[in-house]
């Protein structure tokens, strides 16, 4: 739905989102009704059925959509996005939630500048809901993940990071006495992003926690995940003999999952070894691959899916496909379509195909983030550090 603003207020008007924008090119005629409560700066609350336009008498910084009752996505003009932006850290949770998640998928679809996402976590307050925060921080993370090394990555982490400062102070890295159960999730998460990042602290903290017997479990493992993901080659094949020797499975299995998170291409290289000879507990290298490619999608691709066949990794038929079209749905390199493609007509029975289809459209559309997304959104940091 588009939200334009003129002289009398807001012009509503019904259109088709697709997160593929080439799906967008085939024009559709449905329409339909879709009940939306539209909030002036003021408070006031307008209600309506939309059915294709409707003009709405609002001020500028209307927002569209209050309550998130409407399911649709609302894209605004620059210039009612502007005057929206300073009201979002007085808005209701539902609907900073709902304006990050609008901002977020139109940005990946082209739809709108992907920056908008930046631009309402800068805008929200360090007290903002812990649901809304935790939002927030996985797009961070997401973003990053999609930025090659490099200067343009290294400040769009600085910009990540003096984001989340303030939120790291408030809810702490030990849980206290009867908190909200959505700020230890938040917590786990923002540790885990902060690792991420680079903050130099967090990285210290998980360094002395992760194998102290004296901090709370949840704590350590925490700690145990975000060391493993950034341990050097040594401390990696130190956890990597660990796990190995672990008796417990559900412990074993934690461990490698942990180490699933290493940003070390040759770490995971390692680790793939584990993964395909039968050490882990049943079914837990399929997770593994999983988290590996999340990181490491081409060196995945390359070294495991030739393997997945083999009788001593224990991965079923079915999960076979599965892993091939997740490991392979995580590249952003087009070439992995046509390998994918030759993967499926040589392995994989015609009725057990449409699966596949859509890893087909999610590496042309990480294609996307890389070449387009991820330009403007470096573009964005830099214009704010100036």
């Not at 909030?39 to 059915?51: D, F, H, I, N």
């Not at 304006?99 to 908008?116: C, T």
Request: net charge negative.
């Amino acid at each position: 739905m588009r939200a334009a603003e003129g002289s009398g207020g807001l012009t509503l008007t019904e259109d088709r989102f697709h997160a593929d924008p080439e799906a967008g090119k085939t024009r559709t005629e449905q329409r339909w009704t879709l009940p939306l409560a539209v909030a002036s700066p003021s408070g006031a609350v307008q209600t309506l059925l939309l059915q294709g336009e409707a003009q709405v008498a609002v001020p500028p910084g209307a927002l569209v959509n209050a309550g998130q009752t409407g399911y649709a996505r609302v894209l605004y003009t620059a210039a009612g996005f502007d005057a929206l932006l300073p009201r979002v850290g007085a808005l209701a949770a539902v609907d900073q939630l709902g304006l990050i998640d609008d901002a977020y998928a139109l940005g990946l679809a082209g739809d709108a500048p992907a920056s908008r996402t930046l631009a309402l976590i800068a805008g929200l307050p360090v007290q903002a809901d812990p649901i809304v925060w935790k939002r927030a921080v996985l797009d961070l993370e997401d973003l990053d993940s999609h930025d090659a090394p490099g200067p343009a990555r290294d400040a769009f982490r600085r910009f990540a990071l003096s984001v989340m400062a303030p939120l790291a102070r408030r809810v702490g890295r030990a849980a206290s006495l009867g908190e909200d159960a959505a700020v230890a999730l938040l917590r786990t998460d923002l540790l885990l992003a902060l690792g991420d990042f680079g903050d130099a602290d967090t990285l210290a903290w998980a360094r002395a926690r992760f194998d102290d017997l004296g901090v709370p479990a949840a704590e350590r493992r925490t700690a145990f995940q975000i060391y493993a993901a950034h341990a050097d080659r040594a401390g990696f094949d130190a956890l990597l003999a660990r796990a190995a020797s672990t008796a417990d499975p559900l412990e074993k299995q934690r461990q490698y999952d942990a180490l699933a998170r290493t940003t070390d291409p040759l770490s995971a290289e390692k680790l793939i070894d584990v993964a395909m000879s039968g050490a882990m507990p049943p079914n837990g290298n399929e997770g593994v691959l999983f988290r590996l490619a999340e990181r490491h999608p081409d060196l995945v691709w390359r070294l495991a899916t030739p393997r997945l066949a083999d009788a001593k990794a224990g991965i079923s038929k079915e999960s076979q496909w599965q892993l091939a079209g997740g490991i392979a749905s995580a590249s952003s390199d087009p070439a992995r379509i046509a390998a994918l493609d030759a993967y499926v007509q040589s392995t994989v029975p015609e009725s057990a195909r449409r699966p596949f289809v859509g890893a087909a459209e999610q590496i042309r559309q990480n294609r996307r983030i890389v070449t387009k997304v991820t330009p403007e959104v470096d573009q964005w940091v830099a214009r704010r550090a100036r």
